[in-house]
């Protein structure tokens, strides 16, 4: 019986190395994710930035290619991944579907997104070019099972390796840096970004804010987090870089995303008392240096861009009380766009008109290009079904962080800042395959597992268990000793 239970340890451990072995490999997968940005400035100055049918004439193609290299490399090992926890489960008789389920309760509700995804993909008037994708964004089921590919991915490693969270975040913020370093040095020689071939990272500064709005808000909360001098000293040249990048992208979008971010990072850092108060000092000197510079300097128009969105709204404000505004020009055309969509969602609202049917295959409204608003885009081509399931997910997700506070990590605190920053840029805009894969990394790495919150009364339970009473004893012993020795 004796060697019955050692050979069924052994078994068991080697299992478990067989699974960490495989998360390795999955992480590895996560960070090739991260270096998809990185990649891409091989590409500068060697493909056209215009927007074309044709996918191979545009700089979108090249992230799409690598996203779906990294998908393909990661399938096949996070099915091994899986398929090895169900064997351990089987081979330790230990199969406890309940608990697996309760354990990733916030998955059913995105699972169930993909299913409705598939069923709407049956309904769309252009199966082919839903399934597949079409023209330059090329969003087709295939391109959403890679997000669904990278997400579950990054989900899988976040707990089983512990350094994953910290690993994939300093890439990021090192990578967005890089970015912003090149970026910075097209500038000085003379190039504008979106404006040129030389910028072949993104499609345009729309795009990149949307990146700079995740990479600011991260460096920030990695900045606002550390004690560090040294790191301290680094975050900080690697903030003001990244928020002047920002600053000069002109993207109002991108730029209330960071503000978004830094209400989150205050709110979250306070609310779990990690936050550093001299680190946030200098954040917020940092960021206000540096916009206090481009906007004398002439840099960014972001003061007239705020002019300009009060402006908008009162246009908006006064259309509706029956004014005479014509609130079309909006937010650089935006609101209209988003009426039209709502009114292609009102037409289709179980299943939508289909997956990237936007671009020149817009059957409802031909001249309708992408909607600028990520949550109404879900709405119209899956139905409003679908953009339910993904905002609870959100709310789920929102909700276990503020359960779990007690329990978030810095790293856990910076990806949650992260992720609401791309929650509010996707407001303004689609950021495709360019932004997206990191919200998908960010988001399934601050998914919080439930477990036990430290409080007062968890500690007092803690202390007076019968293993923790036993190793009082002693000392105990010692005291009363000592005690009748004194007397």
């Known amino acids: 019986m004796e060697e019955f239970l050692v050979a069924r340890e052994a078994k068991k451990k080697q299992i478990e190395d067989i699974q960490r072995y495989i998360a390795y490999v999955l992480f590895a997968g996560v960070i090739l994710v991260v270096l998809m940005a990185f990649f891409l400035l091989t590409l500068i100055g060697k493909v056209h930035n215009i927007i074309t049918t044709n996918s191979t004439d545009h700089f979108m193609y090249y992230s799409q290619i690598y996203l779906k290299f990294c998908a393909m490399m990661l399938a096949p090992v996070l099915i091994g991944y899986y398929a090895t926890g169900i064997y351990k489960a089987v081979y330790l008789h230990n199969v406890n579907v309940r608990g697996f389920l309760k354990n990733n309760a916030m998955l059913i509700p995105l699972a169930a997104m993909l299913v409705w995804t598939f069923i709407a993909l049956f309904q769309s008037p252009d199966f082919d070019k839903s399934l597949n994708g079409s023209g330059y964004i090329n969003e087709g089921f295939y391109t959403v099972l890679q997000y669904g590919t990278v997400f579950l991915a990054a989900y899988a490693v976040r707990e089983k390796l512990k350094f994953s969270k910290e690993a994939v975040l300093w890439t990021f913020v090192i990578v967005a840096s890089i970015v912003c370093f090149i970026m910075f040095g097209s500038l000085v020689l003379g190039y504008g970004i979106g404006l040129n071939r030389k910028n072949g990272v993104f499609n345009n500064s729309n795009h990149y804010g949307y990146f700079l709005a995740m990479s600011t808000t991260a460096t920030f909360a990695l900045l606002v987090y550390n004690k560090n001098v040294w790191k301290v000293t680094l975050l900080s040249v690697l903030l003001a870089l990244n928020m002047h990048n920002l600053l000069y992208c002109n993207t109002l979008g991108a730029n209330l995303a960071f503000i978004g971010g830094i209400v989150f990072i205050l709110c979250s850092g306070y609310m779990s008392g990690k936050i550093n108060n001299s680190s946030l000092v200098i954040a917020l000197l940092v960021c206000g240096v540096v916009t206090f510079i481009d906007e004398v300097w002439g840099v960014t128009k972001m003061w007239e861009s705020y002019v300009t969105l009060f402006r908008d709204l009162g246009l908006i404000a006064d259309s509706a009380t029956g004014g005479s505004s014509d609130p079309g020009i909006a937010g650089t055309g935006r609101y209209s766009l988003w009426r039209r969509t709502i009114k292609v969602i009102h037409q289709v609202p179980w299943f939508g008109k289909g997956l990237d049917l936007y671009y020149r295959n ?40 503020v359960q779990q506070k007690k329990n978030l990590s810095t790293a856990d605190l910076a990806m949650l800042a992260g992720t609401f920053a791309y929650m509010v840029s996707a407001f303004t805009g689609n950021s495709f395959t360019y932004t997206y894969p990191y919200f998908m990394v960010f988001f399934a790495m601050s998914m919080q597992s439930s477990k036990p919150v430290d409080t007062k009364y968890s500690q007092l339970q803690n202390a007076n268990t019968p293993e923790a009473m036993g190793k009082r004893e002693p000392a105990l012993q010692s005291e009363t000793q000592k005690d009748a020795k004194n007397g």
């Open 362 to 401: 817009n059957i409802y409204d031909h001249s309708l290009d992408v909607p600028h608003n990520e949550y109404l885009a879900i709405a119209s081509n899956i139905g409003i079904p679908g953009l339910v399931m993904y905002l609870f997910t959100f709310i789920w997700w929102f909700a276990k962080a």
